[in-house]
Each structure stands twice: as structure tokens, then as C-alpha cells.
């Protein structure tokens, strides 16, 4: 079930150079899985703004997101006690009621953030997930201390600064696993599946306007035919994935 | 205070109906509210056969709107009425509008004829005026004799009112409407999205997969509304007015300027209770402007020059 509801800013924390945690306060029944996400109406932008859950508690929402242009900008700048409006329940989610023992979770940038209630779940349900995250330097590191809550974390930067030198796809060969999360930039997303043979769950993003499936906008092609990602995804296993230019 | 309307033999319980490619086919919003409270919906813009639409990105931000270019996306018209049209019903009682598109006279009257025997539809609403498709639909709404062509067509061809969907991509909209009119068409929609393009500035290259797309949103209202006011001085068949509304005052303002009933696009895309916000507002905004009847008010702001 999908909602729409005026959220509270509790508070704006700044993360990194340009990427910032923003704390919201509202009903979040909808959320029902990890790797959803909302859609966030942001002043002065007519299309709303598609932000993955980073976490829930209670009527609490976490986002973390990177201001790479204006309506991220505009909503790293909301004060506490503002308002926005959330559309929430937004897509399908990581399935997280696999037969699994050992889950890795893989992040670049700014698609580690989902990975945080991800990880909450599966150590819920008695797994120790190991994830793996890949940074561009390390004042680039973020929500490490967050998945160490829940997980074994080994981060990768592109210069070394931090951790494994090199690519994400670096840390897969020790840490092996039964089976792949990841969410990333899309060559990201491809290396991980040219790298590893487990079965793997990848999330994925597009350029949105309704984020409920209605628009069709969204839609990519995949193994079973046109899908949106907003609704069919953000989320799709390495079996319907067809890669093409976006 | 009334807010029924009558368009093309079908009593509405208000002039709302969300526009066609921005409601699917209703169950989507059925999670937001009774879509039941609608005057009606129209459906998504259907073809003969099924279609991907266009690659690349879609949308495009813009200032007080949006660019489009999805391309008409859908699985032909059997699949839509064997699959979609089920999971319409369990939400939508009310007749609907079937959209229609097609690259050939043919295909638009072998859609519409499929349509025309389905229960759940009240309202045949004719697309000549896709932007985003290439070689098809807008071709015959940029001529009036080719829109004349569609519209004979398929009248003969069907029993339910047909309404004509027309581009605002031309010089002479009222001349295509009048075309139309005098082709038998029972009624006009307008307006359809305004041809643009944004560059992406990083890549060098155009935003959209498509280079161009369809302007929507609040940013096309007033063009909307002059349009409306043409058609409606030069045609006596009902208008449906679309394009950039957003409140209830919009709805208003659009029926002063001729329209009978009135759909909403891209608003449903940024609220997805836009369409609700607006039926729980026009009962205060009619007090606002000493409404008792809605229908009174369709070409109100024609009165001096009629
Ligand atoms: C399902 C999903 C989850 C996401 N989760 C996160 C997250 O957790 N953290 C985070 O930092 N970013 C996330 N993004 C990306 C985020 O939506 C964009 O960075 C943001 O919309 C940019 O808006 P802007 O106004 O700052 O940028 P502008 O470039 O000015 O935006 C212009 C338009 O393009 C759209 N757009 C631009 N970049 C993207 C993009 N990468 N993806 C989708 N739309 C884009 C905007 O929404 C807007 O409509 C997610 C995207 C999707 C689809
Ligand atoms: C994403 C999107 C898809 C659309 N698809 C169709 C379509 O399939 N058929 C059609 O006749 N119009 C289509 N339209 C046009 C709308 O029905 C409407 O005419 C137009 O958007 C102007 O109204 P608005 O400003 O309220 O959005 C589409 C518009 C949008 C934004
Ligand atoms: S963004 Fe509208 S269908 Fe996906």
C-alpha cells in the first residue's frame, strides 16, 4: 500500500562534502521491505525527487543522499521542523526471505544507503551479512559505522585512501558468499556480474516522474519484456537484467 | 451545489477525468483513493499491437512542468482489455475513456472497433496527436482534411461517441477541430503536450532518448485555455479541456473558457490525490464564484462575443 503524507525534518546532518543525512518524522507503515523508496516533493521543482530509505524506526526515515543539482540541493537546505511531502511505499524491494546463509551486500557511493535497513533485516532474521563498499577516496566514506551494526564491513576506495585500493569488485574475491545484493552505479552493477557467478539481486535507478508505475517513463527492458523500475523494480535478479544504454 | 455534467450523452458526477498516459488504468492510484469519485478516467493511449515505446530517458524536468516522450507504450489493445481491463473494474464502476492511437486509418478504427464493444468504455477519445511518435498518430492531427479522414472512419465504424484528441503543435487548431465537427465527431479534447527538448549539458547531447518530448504541467495552462477559447468559438460539439490543471479553480477557470468536462495530467505524476484534492475543493471554489450548477458555467467567459 502506497501513501502519500506530510513528513517533519527532524534534522540534516552533513555526511561528506556533498552528501548529507536527513532525519524525517511521519507515517511510515508503507515502507515493508528494504530497497524501497520515496518520492520527496522538494519547493521550487515540479517533479518529485526519488530517495532510496536508508532507514526506519518507529515513525522515523533516514535518507542519504549526494546534491548533485538543484532539488537535492534545496532539500540538504530544509530546516528541522519543515515539512515535505513523501509519497512512501515505492517499489518492490530486496527479497529478503531467501534461503541464504552467508548474504553479501555490495554498495557504490550513494546505493550504499539502502544496503543500511537491508542489513538490519537479514541480521534480524540470524545472519551476520558481509558488505562490501566502494568509495571514490575516503572523505568519501559514509555509513560504515552504521553497517557495522549488522554486518562485517570491507570498503575499497578508488585511490586507496581507504581500505582495499581499487574497485568494489576487488573485496568479492575473498569474501565469498551464497548470494549478491548490490546497489550502484550501473558499470558497477555490471562488474559485480562479470566478477561473481552467485545468484544476485541488483537495484537499479531511472529518471522518474509519478515513481508509482503509473507514467511509464521508468521503463526498461528486461528478459521478461518492458518493466518499469519504479514498480516491477527498483530491484531485479541477474537472470531478467538486460543491459542496454540509459 | 451540482456538479454533474453531461458529455456526449453520459452524465458525469463531475467534469474530472485524469488524462490519458498519467493513470494508468486507475488501480495504481486506488491505493491513494476511491477512485470512484472521478467523473471518469482515460486510459493509457492504446495501439493495435503491443509497443515498447521509445529508448532512453523519458522525462524531463522543466520550469512549472515536464517534458515527456514515453511513445505510447502498451500492450495492444486484446491484452488491455483481456488483462488490464479486469483489474480496472475491481477499482473504477464508471464507463471510461478509451484512448486510441494508430499509424494508419486502419488501425485506429480496427482499436476503435475492439473498444466499442467493451462494457467498461463510454467514450472513444481518437489521439491524432502524439508528439513523440514518429511517422504515426500526429500526422493526422496536423492536417484537417487527414483528421477529417480519422474521424469519418472510425465514426462509421463504431456506436459510442467519439472525441477527437488534438495536438497544439499546429497553426490552426480551430480549423482541425471544424474539420472534425463536420466529420462527425461527437466531441474535441485538447490540448495534447507542446513539442520540446533540453540539452544535457555534461554529455553535450539531448536529455531525452527521443530529442524531443511532450510539455506538460502547469507551464501549458494558459496555452490550453486559448486554445479551448478558439475551439469553442468555432465548434458547438462539447470540448474536454486538458492541459496544466492543477487546482480546482483550474477546473473553473478552463469551463469559463468553454470546456464540459476537464482532464488532469501531470499533476496526478507530482500528487498522486491531485485529482481527489481538486473534487473535495470545487464545492468551496463554486461558493467562492457563486456556482450552483457547474454546468452553467461551460463557455461562461464567451457571453459578450457569442
Ligand atoms: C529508486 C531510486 C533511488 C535513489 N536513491 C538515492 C539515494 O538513496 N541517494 C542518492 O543520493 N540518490 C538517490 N537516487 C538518485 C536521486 O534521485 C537523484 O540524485 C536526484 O533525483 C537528483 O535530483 P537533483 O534535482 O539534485 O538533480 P538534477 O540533475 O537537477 O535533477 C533533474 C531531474 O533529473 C532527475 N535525476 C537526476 N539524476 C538522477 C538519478 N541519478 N536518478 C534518478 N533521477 C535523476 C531528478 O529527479 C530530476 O527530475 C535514487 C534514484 C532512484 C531512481
Ligand atoms: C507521461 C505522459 C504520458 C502521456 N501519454 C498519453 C497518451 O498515451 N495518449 C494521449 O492522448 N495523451 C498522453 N499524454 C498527454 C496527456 O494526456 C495530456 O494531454 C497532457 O499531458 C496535457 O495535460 P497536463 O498538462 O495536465 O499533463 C501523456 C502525458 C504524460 C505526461
Ligand atoms: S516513474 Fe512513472 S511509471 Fe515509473
Known amino acids: 500500500m502506497k501513501r502519500i503524507d506530510n513528513f517533519t525534518v527532524k534534522s540534516v546532518e552533513k555526511l561528506t562534502s556533498d552528501i548529507y543525512k536527513t532525519l524525517l518524522s511521519g507515517d511510515t507503515s508503507a515502507v515493508t521491505a528494504p530497497g524501497q523508496f520515496v518520492n520527496i516533493a522538494v519547493d521550487g521543482f515540479y517533479l518529485r525527487r526519488p530517495i532510496s530509505v536508508c532507514d526506519v524506526e518507529g515513525d522515523e526515515l533516514t535518507v542519504v543522499y549526494r546534491t548533485v543539482g538543484g532539488g537535492t540541493e534545496r532539500l540538504s537546505n530544509y530546516l528541522p521542523g519543515d515539512t515535505v511531502s513523501v509519497v512512501s511505499g515505492l517499489g518492490n524491494g530486496f527479497n529478503t526471505e531467501r534461503n541464504i546463509s552467508s548474504p553479501l551486500l555490495i554498495g557504490g557511493g550513494v546505493g550504499v544507503p539502502p544496503l543500511v535497513l537491508l542489513a538490519k533485516a537479514l541480521y534480524k532474521k540470524g545472519l551476520r551479512p558481509k558488505a562490501l563498499l566502494g568509495f571514490r577516496n575516503a572523505s568519501d566514506v559514509i555509513l560504515t559505522d552504521e553497517l557495522g551494526k549488522y554486518c562485517d564491513v570491507y570498503v575499497a576506495t578508488e585511490d586507496g585512501s581507504f581500505g582495499h585500493k581499487g574497485f568494489v569488485t576487488g573485496l568479492l574475491g575473498e569474501a565469498g558468499g551464497d548470494y549478491i545484493y548490490a546497489c550502484g552505479p550501473e558499470p558497477m552493477l555490471k562488474a559485480i556480474l562479470s566478477a561473481s557467478e552467485l545468484p544476485a539481486e541488483l537495484s537499479f535507478e531511472s529518471r522518474m516522474a509519478c515513481g508509482m508505475g503509473a507514467c511509464l517513463t521508468c521503463t526498461c527492458h528486461t528478459t521478461s519484456g518492458a518493466r518499469r523500475i519504479c514498480s516491477d523494480g527498483p530491484v531485479f535478479e541477474r537472470e531478467d537484467i538486460i543491459w542496454t544504454q540509459r | ?306
Open chain 2, 1 to 306: 451545489m451540482d456538479t454533474k455534467v453531461s458529455l456526449c450523452g453520459l452524465t458525469l458526477d463531475n467534469p474530472l477525468i485524469p488524462a490519458s498516459g498519467t493513470f494508468g488504468y486507475g488501480y495504481e492510484y486506488s491505493d491513494f483513493y476511491d477512485i470512484n469519485i472521478l467523473g471518469s478516467l482515460s486510459i493509457k493511449g492504446t495501439t493495435l499491437n503491443d509497443r515498447y515505446g521509445n529508448e532512453g530517458i523519458r522525462v524531463a524536468e522543466t520550469a512549472s512542468g515536464m517534458l515527456n516522450s514515453v511513445g505510447l507504450q502498451n500492450h495492444g489493445v486484446d491484452y488491455v482489455i483481456e488483462k488490464e481491463f479486469p483489474r480496472m473494474r475491481e477499482v473504477f464502476k464508471k464507463p471510461a475513456v478509451a484512448n486510441i492511437s494508430g499509424f494508419s486509418v486502419e488501425e485506429y478504427v480496427a482499436v476503435a472497433e475492439k473498444f466499442d464493444a467493451c462494457d467498461e468504455i463510454g467514450i472513444l477519445e481518437i489521439n491524432v496527436s502524439c508528439p513523440n511518435v514518429h511517422s504515426g498518430g500526429i500526422a493526422f492531427g496536423t492536417d484537417p482534411s487527414a483528421a477529417a479522414t480519422v474521424t469519418e472512419a472510425v465514426k462509421k465504424a463504431v456506436k459510442k461517441p467519439v472525441v477527437m484528441k488534438l495536438s497544439p503543435n499546429v497553426t490552426d487548431i480551430a480549423a482541425i477541430a471544424k474539420a472534425c465537427e463536420n466529420a462527425g465527431a461527437d466531441g474535441i479534447c485538447l490540448i495534447n503536450t507542446l513539442k520540446g527538448v533540453r540539452i544535457d549539458m555534461n554529455r553535450r547531447r539531448p536529455l531525452l532518448g527521443n530529442v524531443t518530448g511532450g510539455l506538460s504541467g502547469p507551464a501549458v495552462f494558459p496555452v490550453a485555455l486559448a486554445m479551448i477559447w478558439s475551439v469553442y468559438k468555432t465548434c458547438s460539439i462539447p470540448i474536454i479541456g486538458c492541459g496544466g490543471v492543477t487546482t480546482a479553480s483550474d477546473v473553473i477557470e478552463m469551463m469559463m473558457a468553454g470546456a464540459t468536462a476537464v482532464e488532469v495530467g501531470a499533476a496526478n505524476l507530482v500528487n498522486p490525490a491531485a485529482c481527489k484534492d481538486i473534487i473535495e475543493a470545487l464545492p468551496s471554489v463554486m461558493k467562492k464564484y457563486k456556482i450552483d450548477r457547474l454546468s452553467d458555467i461551460i463557455g461562461a467567459a464567451h457571453r459578450e462575443d457569442k
